[in-house]
Antibody
Framework: QVQPQQWGAGLLRPSETLSLTCGIS????????WSWIRQPPGKGLEWIGE???????NYNPALKSRVTILVDTSKKQFSLKLSSVTAADTAVYYC?????????????WGQGTLVTVSS | EIVLTQSPGTLSLSPGDRATFSCTAS???????LAWYQQKPGQAPRLLIY???LRATGIPDRFSGSGSGTDFTLTINRLEPEDFAVYHC?????????FGQGTKLEIK
């Protein structure tokens, strides 16, 4: 089991780009699926996208035109960029690692980052 | 996109009771790739069950998952005070992976 740490800006203005990074200090990185998931205040969870071994990228079509996931396996980190944010992108953003290699279900979660979009 | 519908929206039970949560998919979930998560206020979700019926490490055997195709169930036997939370299901059989809207388990 690992404890992902995530960081990035928590307050953005409309049209700016959200940028978050997630990483681990030890443990296996490349063999697992890594996901970004978000949760608007008081609402349910939404899967944003993932990176898996390969690396291969997989995005939610609803956000695909604005999302980029990048990876730096040497640092055991991956990042999320979401462009042209609006108030609808206000949410707690989580990174998470799959429960075991090649399984998407997320066992190890970051602490979450509240991103607020406001003018 | 597979839509997951969870029922009921809220479940009111007492410690010691059995809780049963339903998650119904709009189409069959490939390989029964369905997970259940528990979430408490201000915390990240916690994985309970994956692949429909496998308990994650450290999850008490009071928690069990079952189902296949479009109908899945999470059962919690002998509710403990710490079990009162929101429960989410997620399918990862086909992309985009989707979540249900959640079921809140509250103390009666």
């Amino acid at each position: 089991q690992v404890q992902p740490q995530q960081w990035g800006a928590g307050l953005l203005r409309p049209s700016e780009t959200l940028s978050l990074t997630c990483g681990i200090s030890s443990g296996s990185f490349s063999a697992y699926y890594w996901s970004w998931i978000r949760q608007p205040p008081g609402k349910g969870l939404e899967w944003i996208g993932e990176i898996n071994h390969g690396p291969m990228y997989n995005y939610n079509p609803a956000l695909k035109s604005r999302v980029t996931i990048l990876v730096d396996t040497s640092k055991k980190q991956f990042s999320l960029k979401l462009s042209s944010v609006t108030a609808a992108d206000t949410a707690v953003y989580y990174c998470a690692r799959g429960v075991r290699p090649k399984v998407v279900a997320a066992r190890d979660w970051g602490q979450g980052t509240l991103v607020t979009v406001s003018s | 996109e597979i839509v997951l519908t969870q029922s009921p929206g809220t479940l009111s039970l007492s410690p010691g009771d059995r809780a049963t949560f339903s998650c119904t998919a709009s189409q069959s979930v490939d390989n029964s790739y369905l997970a259940w998560y528990q979430q408490k206020p201000g915390q990240a979700p916690r994985l309970l069950i994956y692949d429909a019926s496998l308990r994650a490490t450290g999850i008490p055997d009071r928690f069990s998952g079952s189902g296949s195709g479009t109908d899945f169930t999470l059962t919690i036997n002998r509710l403990e005070p710490e079990d009162f939370a929101v429960y989410h299901c997620q399918q990862y059989g086909s992309s985009p992976y989707t979540f249900g809207q959640g079921t809140k388990l509250e103390i009666k």
